[in-house]
């Protein structure tokens, strides 16, 4: 298994791992994904097995915090530290921004994960959302 930094011929094995993953395509998933990548090459990562995408992060920075989004790694390849490894990349190249704060949002069961890597729930702070649709 190979981590590496994301591409952009890798769409379809992107949205074939999020299918797989979280059981549908995200909505418009291929029309934001490569201007997302544009925008952030140094920060969304995949792993691979056999070439094939088995699992991606989208890391971002907006010139002062980092974001984690999208982590998946597919069915058959969960339970390997593949989601851990891709959170390990994408947390060291936003670390080397020099930035101070790294946000993201997960269910609930989920959070073990990520304080694995340090993250702590920020019980000052809650997620808000304004649903347009
Ligand atoms: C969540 C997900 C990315 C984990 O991938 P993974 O490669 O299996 O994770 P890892 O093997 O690196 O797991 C490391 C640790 O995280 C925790 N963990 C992982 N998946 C978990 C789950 N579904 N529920 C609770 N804890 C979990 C466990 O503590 C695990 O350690 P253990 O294997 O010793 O029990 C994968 O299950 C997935 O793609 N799920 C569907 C999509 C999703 O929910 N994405 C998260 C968006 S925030």
């Known amino acids: 298994m190979n981590i590496r930094k994301m591409r952009v011929n890798d769409l379809k094995g992107v949205l074939e791992a ?18 997302f990548l544009e925008k952030n ?6 792993a691979e097995e056999n070439r094939k995408i088995v699992g991606v992060i989208l890391g971002s920075f907006n010139g002062r915090v980092g974001y984690l989004n999208r982590l998946a790694v597919k069915k058959d390849f969960q339970g390997q530290d593949i989601a ?4 390990g990349s994408a947390v060291q190249a936003l670390r ?4 101070t704060s790294i946000f993201l949002h997960c269910k609930p069961n989920l959070a073990p994960l990520y304080e694995n890597f340090g993250f702590k729930v ?5 997620i808000m959302r304004l649903k347009l649709d």
Do not use: H, Q
């Open 18 to 35: 999020w299918r797989d993953a979280f059981e549908k395509e995200p909505r418009n998933a291929g029309e934001y994904l490569p201007s």
């Open 41 to 46: 090459p140094s920060f969304c990562f995949v």
């Open 84 to 87: 851990s490894k891709l959170i």
């Open 96 to 99: 080397n921004t020099g930035t």
């Open 122 to 126: 920020d019980k000052d702070n809650v």
